[in-house]
C-alpha cells in the first residue's frame, strides 16, 4: 500500500519566514499527491493537489511540486503568517476506492 | 460548499459501553470513510465503504467495528465494546467520483 514520511515537527518560524515542509512518498503505480491542513479544533481540508509529474498545486501563497524522480511532494510557502499555524498532513492517492493514506502530520507555529 | 456534518462533536462513554457516531456525507458523494486520530497521532484509516459494503478496512477496524448506511443519507460507526484506547478524535469522510475528501469536524470520543 501507499505509505508517506513527513519531516518531524513542531516547526516554529517567525512571521514572513520562508516555510518548506518536506514529503516523500511510496505508491504502486503514480498516485496523485495532496496536502491537507488542520486548524486547531477543525477537520482535515485540502489545501492542494498534484495529479501527476510535473505539476505544481497551490493555495493561499502554499506551492508544492510532483516530483516523480525524487518521490516528493514538499510544501512551500514564501511568507508564512500567524494564521498559517496548524497540521500539515501530505497523502497519496492511488485512485479507484483506495484509501487516502496520510503521513504523521507537521505542526507549524508561526510566531508574530 | 458542501460539508460533511458529524455528530456529537464530543462523545464521552464508561468503557464497555455501545457507541454511535454519526456521519450525514455531501449528498451526491460516491466513497466514504472513517478515519481516527488519536491526541497528537497521525491520522489513521479504519474503513472505507462504497456501494453500500466495506470496500477496505484496516486492521484496528476489528469486530467491535462496525459501519452502516442505514437511510441513504447517515453513515454510521459503531464501536460496540468501547475499550480506552478507543478514545481518539474520529472523522468521517466522503468524496464524488473524483479525488478530493471532504471531512468533516470530527467526533471527541473519551472512553472512561
Known amino acids: 500500500g501507499d505509505s508517506v514520511t513527513q519531516m518531524e515537527g513542531p516547526v516554529t518560524l517567525s512571521e514572513e519566514a520562508f516555510l518548506t515542509i518536506n514529503c516523500t512518498y511510496t505508491?504502486?503505480?503514480?498516485?496523485?499527491l495532496f496536502w491537507y491542513v488542520q486548524y486547531p479544533g477543525e477537520g482535515l481540508q485540502l489545501l492542494l493537489k498534484?495529479?501527476?509529474?510535473?505539476d505544481k498545486g497551490s493555495n493561499k501563497g502554499f506551492e508544492a511540486t510532483y516530483r516523480k524522480e525524487t518521490t516528493s511532494f514538499h510544501l512551500e510557502k514564501g511568507s508564512v503568517q500567524v494564521s498559517d499555524s496548524a497540521v500539515y498532513f501530505c497523502?497519496?492517492?492511488?485512485?479507484?476506492?483506495?484509501?487516502?493514506?496520510f503521513g504523521t502530520g507537521t505542526k507549524l507555529q508561526v510566531i508574530p | 460548499e458542501p460539508e460533511v456534518t458529524q455528530t456529537p462533536s464530543h462523545q464521552v462513554t464508561q468503557m464497555g459501553q455501545e457507541v454511535i457516531l454519526r456521519c450525514v456525507p455531501i449528498?451526491?458523494?460516491?466513497?466514504f470513510y472513517w478515519y481516527r486520530q488519536i491526541l497528537g497521532q497521525k491520522v489513521e484509516f479504519l474503513v472505507s465503504f462504497y456501494n453500500n459494503e466495506i470496500s477496505e478496512k484496516s486492521e484496528i477496524f476489528d469486530d467491535q467495528f462496525s459501519v452502516e448506511r442505514p437511510d441513504g443519507s447517515n453513515f454510521t460507526l459503531k464501536i460496540r465494546s468501547t475499550k480506552l484506547e478507543d478514545s481518539a478524535m474520529y472523522f468521517c469522510?466522503?468524496?464524488?467520483?473524483?479525488?478530493?475528501?471532504?471531512f468533516g469536524s470530527g467526533t471527541q470520543l473519551s472512553v472512561l
Open positions: 498534484a495529479t501527476k509529474a510535473d
Open positions: 497523502a497519496p492517492y492511488s485512485g479507484g476506492y483506495q484509501k487516502v493514506t
Open positions: 469522510a466522503s468524496r464524488p467520483g473524483d479525488e478530493k475528501l471532504f
Open positions: 449528498s451526491n458523494h460516491l466513497y
Open positions: 505508491a504502486t503505480g503514480y498516485p496523485s
